[in-house]
């Protein structure tokens, strides 16, 4: 059988696009360049200086990796290069940034954690990059943060890009799930999980349960319930890797509130919401135990909320014990 590859599928399913254009289609591929180049780095990553901190921190107060520099470098050029994003929201820099030359006059913005789970790089597990990529209200003017202050439902694109034993890049337009492959052997991400669906119901809960009885009654009380009927508790710590392995198998993974966190860890706006994207288009459910993440509104670039993602029944039985 012919293998297809990304660039052939998102050319052919082009018309599944609300826009169809072929600027979509040159941001998607400066995107999947950007990822070949993090994954290259990540591979030699034990060969070359490129391991450990970078002595910097981002805006979160979290320590920047090498790696987690190079990742964001990779995508701000690429993008900036390719002029079909105007602007980039990443989690490495307190602003947005915005992509002058002949980027000026960009359709689309793209919010991104370039490298996600980077305090697992030097014990070589499983990282990845998640993006989320909105079209602009109107094309021409300054961009400002508000045309990023946007729920999750406005996306037109969501992705992520996962470095492991082999890399993939999982994405959605709105049109179903579809997972690449990428073959070293041609330098192409080939289609290899067509339609993907997370199980409707699972057997695996995700979460930090070093953290467990600094969480909310109703997170102890669900996880108290999974322990009962015997599930597996799979935790990897890269975001990524868990909700990767829980849409295949069927899982929930949970990041609650916590006492040191009241927030929550992880970031609605570039982990989040793509991720939620995807899970809905794939037949799951994500949500912040009350609220669909869908639905919410970012206040702030940087803003983090609790979150449950992964098969629909689990996390909706998640969000009975959170309602107590």
Not at 79 to 106: F, K, Q, T, W, Y
Not at 223 to 244: K, N, T
């Amino acid at each position: 059988m012919a293998v297809q590859t990304l660039s052939e599928f998102i050319i052919e399913r082009q018309t599944d696009f609300p826009h169809a254009t072929g600027e979509f289609t040159r941001l998607f591929g400066d995107l999947t360049i950007a990822a070949k180049l993090v994954n290259r780095e990540v591979n030699k990553a034990g060969l070359v200086d490129i391991l450990g901190e970078a002595g910097s921190g981002n805006i979160q107060g979290e320590d920047q990796q090498k790696l987690d520099v190079f990742a964001n470098n990779m995508f701000m050029e690429l993008l900036r290069s390719g002029g079909e994003c105007r602007a980039i929201a990443s989690e490495e820099d307190e602003d947005i940034v915005v992509l002058d030359g002949i980027a000026e006059d960009g359709k689309y913005l793209v919010a991104i954690d370039p490298l996600d789970g980077s305090s697992n790089i030097d014990v070589n597990v499983s990282i990845g990059t998640i993006f989320s990529v909105f079209r602009r209200k109107k094309f021409s003017g300054p961009v400002t943060i508000d045309e990023f202050l946007r729920p999750g439902k406005e996306q037109v694109a969501a992705g992520y890009v996962i470095y492991g034993s082999s890399t993939m890049l999982v994405y959605t337009t709105g049109n179903g799930v579809n997972g690449f492959t990428l073959d070293p052997s041609i330098g192409e991400f080939c289609l290899s999980h067509p339609n993907m669906r997370i199980p409707e119901d699972g057997s695996i809960y995700s979460i930090n349960q070093g953290n467990i009885y600094s969480a909310p009654q109703g997170v102890q009380n669900y996880v108290a319930l999974c322990q009962e009927r015997s599930y597996s508790a799979r935790y990897i710590g890269s975001l990524v890797a868990d909700f990767h392995r829980n849409l295949l198998k069927g899982g929930i993974y949970i990041y609650p509130s916590t006492q040191k966190a009241p927030d929550g860890k992880l970031r609605l706006l570039y982990e989040c919401s793509p991720l939620a994207f995807i899970a809905e288009q794939a037949g799951g459910y994500a949500s912040d135990g009350i609220q669909r993440i869908q639905e919410m509104v970012p206040t702030e670039l940087h803003q983090r909320v609790p979150y449950f993602i992964g098969s629909p029944k689990m996390v909706a039985e998640a969000e009975q014990f959170m309602a107590g």
